[in-house]
């Protein structure tokens, strides 16, 4: 995987707080499909052309200098972010007290952690089916339903308490690691399942652990605005 460079991690961070994808603004280039995709994870190109960053550049509203490479002495750094998008809305009530809430399929290649693919900056948010479920119980978790998703668990990374398969809920209204649990977040390479916990003692910036519960996988850390949080885990569903 190509290193997360200054520019492509710009360019993610645009992509993921407009609401848009990586196949949508290849295509906006004029380029094929994958054009964007290609240039953040395989390096190709390794270095985006003028027209390329101009075209980019407009379309987000930054300066064409933030997607020059961090070595260019013209290199402009992102400072000002744009907000991530909202919440997924859910789908409209379908009875009186049920509430319908909207699920998102994974990748099956998902590997070292749990990547909702249809909610994840490459392919934006597509429900594959909706769970109706009463208010009441819904207040449990969350004062406001139409903030609640259902993911469907890939890869063994969290595994025993989370198994490839089961369905957890996540509240996406939740974009604080405090307190300390289970979240869907992107790290700068995928959307993952992780357990996220602040550093102790740490500012300026604040810094996350990133944790998986299956002990093969490691432990890394990421700034706090090196991550985008989607939501906080707040159940699953399990059969026996």
Do not use: C
Not at 97 to 104: A, N
Not at 158 to 177: K, S
Not at 214 to 230: C, F, K, Q, S
């Amino acid at each position: 995987m190509t290193a997360l460079t200054p520019p492509r991690y710009a360019l993610l961070r645009l992509i993921a707080g407009a609401a848009t994808t990586l196949k949508a603004e290849s295509l906006a280039l004029g380029r094929n499909h994958a054009y964007l995709q290609q240039y953040l994870h395989k390096g190709t190109p390794q270095k985006l052309p003028e027209e390329v960053r101009d075209a980019l550049a407009r379309r987000f509203g930054v300066s064409p200098d933030v997607f020059r490479d961090e070595a260019d002495p013209n290199h402009q750094p992102l400072d000002d972010v744009p907000p991530a998008p909202p919440p997924v809305a859910a789908a409209p009530p379908v009875a009186d007290g049920q509430f319908r809430i909207p699920e998102y399929n994974v990748a099956p290649q998902a590997g070292a952690g749990a990547i909702p693919t249809n909610v994840a900056v490459e392919d934006g948010p597509r429900p594959v089916d909706h769970w109706s479920l009463p208010r009441r119980f819904l207040g449990a978790f969350t004062e406001s339903p139409e903030s609640l998703v259902v993911l469907r668990v890939a890869g063994d990374s969290m595994e025993p308490d989370y198994q490839a398969g089961e369905r957890v809920l996540v509240d996406t209204a939740h974009r604080t690691p405090s307190p300390p649990g289970v979240y869907v977040l992107w790290d700068g390479f995928g959307l993952v399942l992780k357990r996220l916990e602040i550093v102790y003692g740490s500012e300026d910036p604040v810094t996350v652990q990133i944790m998986s519960i299956n002990p093969g996988y490691p432990t890394y850390t990421r700034t706090l605005d090196e991550v985008h949080i989607n939501g906080r885990v707040v159940g699953k569903w399990v059969w026996k």
